[in-house]
């Protein structure tokens, strides 16, 4: 069973490394950093299971923001917020803004992780919606139990296996922008460098193959600083 991921958001350097070593040494994944763009861009290469939120940060989103963003983006991933050693008002603020719990500082680290412990259990037991079997992605439908794609006349059409991958994590985060680093991490298990465009050109054999206007793509689009992002058909 794969450790549970952690994303800590603290900008404290001392209080940042002695939580992540802590929670490391007790079977969880958690990846480290200090501002919410950091956070941004790491949530947008894949959301972890559990957030630990710092209220106080700098630069311009304060915790509630982003505890905000991270429940618009997600209603499975667990939030919790650190906040000032008794301060109610922050503890109230941060449970309307969509955090699951909250851990006053200064915390005992075993309290930090029962908390996270608690939380990842009701994360896991939130409604999750049945296994998709045929996602709609324009005019065409991707079979993901028989690897196939299909037109709307229900022909079947060629993809590679490299192709049919990209296209099951599209699938898998609709409406959610995806780097090149962790697309192509994901689906061929290696690094990219700078001048690597192995994803763009499988992108656009993909959109040729599904998009009716592929140089003014609309199921695929590109998300500019970022990678792509899966737009599913308005119902």
Same mark, same amino acid.
């Given at each position: ?12 350097? %001392? ?36 957030? /630990? ?10 915790? %509630? ?16 917020? /650190? ?9 109230? /603020?941060? /449970? ?98 700078? %001048? ?40």
């Amino acid at each position: 069973m794969q450790q549970p991921s952690v994303l800590l958001v603290e900008d404290d350097a %001392f209080q940042r490394k002695a939580a992540e070593t802590y929670l490391t040494n007790h079977d969880l994944r958690v990846i480290s950093v200090e501002n919410g763009a950091q956070m941004r861009r790491q949530v947008s290469r894949a959301m972890p299971d559990l957030v /630990l939120l710092d209220i106080q940060l700098p630069g311009q989103d304060d915790g %509630f923001a982003l505890a905000r963003w991270l429940r618009e983006s997600s209603t499975r991933v667990g939030i919790i917020m /650190l906040t000032a050693a008794g301060d109610s008002v922050d503890k109230v /603020l941060g /449970l309307e803004s969509g955090a699951d719990d909250y851990v006053s500082k200064p915390y005992e680290p075993r309290e930090l992780l029962a908390r996270c412990k608690s939380v990842l259990r009701r994360s896991v037991n939130k409604a999750t919606p049945p296994r998709l079997e045929r996602v709609r992605m324009g005019a065409h439908t991707l079979d993901l139990s028989k690897r196939g794609l299909h037109d709307d006349a229900g022909n079947d059409v060629p993809v590679t296996a490299g192709e049919f991958d990209l296209l099951k994590l599209f699938a898998e985060n609709p409406n959610r922008p995806l780097s090149r680093d962790w697309l192509l991490e994901t689906t061929s298990h290696r690094q990219r460098d700078p %001048f690597d465009r192995a994803i763009d050109l499988r992108i656009t054999r993909i959109r040729r193959k599904i998009e009716p206007s592929p140089d003014k793509p609309t199921v695929i689009r590109t998300v500019r600083g970022v990678g792509y992002m899966f737009v599913p058909p308005a119902e």
